[in-house]
């Protein structure tokens, strides 16, 4: 037993002593690394991009949801209104604000009927809207 612990501290001593030896990362693993974090990139980008336009695109729904609400406040506080502008001065005391990610609202509606419909194009170039007859947002513009 002491033999075997005399080695095993011999062999130690010798490997914290060996100068000679050079540490570090072979050029083959090196590669093998930057290699895989091309791959993951290749994958995680045009994911996070998709995320990204997903969102900018939820933010125009939102706000088309958001202007709706507002123009029926509007005419419900003042039923012989003109028809109601889609900015701050417009609908923002009813709550309404555009967000960033909106490049365009339109409105298109008269004050004799109570249908409207609003366009939004968000910044991602894509097109939708919402009216007044149905619940929900849209991918197409107003008829």
């Known amino acids: 037993m002491r033999t075997m612990l005399n080695a ?16 570090g990362f072979t050029l083959i693993e090196l590669l093998v690394v930057v290699i895989i974090i091309g791959i ?14 997903g969102a900018r695109d939820s933010a125009v729904k939102s706000d088309l949801t958001n202007a709706k609400m507002a123009v029926v406040a509007h005419w419900t506080q003042n ?7 889609l900015d701050k001065a417009g609908l923002g005391n ?29 910044s991602t170039g ?16 107003c008829p």
């Open 79 to 85: 039923p012989a209104a003109a028809a109601p502008t």
């Open 94 to 122: 009813l709550g309404f604000t555009k967000s960033p990610d909106t490049s365009s609202l339109a409105f298109k509606g008269t004050t004799t009927s109570s249908s409207f419909c609003i366009d939004g194009v968000s």
């Open 8 to 23: 095993l501290g011999a062999r130690r001593a010798a490997l914290q002593n060996d100068t000679d030896r050079q540490k």
């Open 126 to 141: 894509h097109l939708f809207s919402i009216d007044s007859s149905n619940a929900g947002v849209v991918a197409t513009a």
């Open 40 to 53: 993951l990139a290749a994958i995680a980008i045009p994911v996070y991009l998709g995320i990204q336009d």
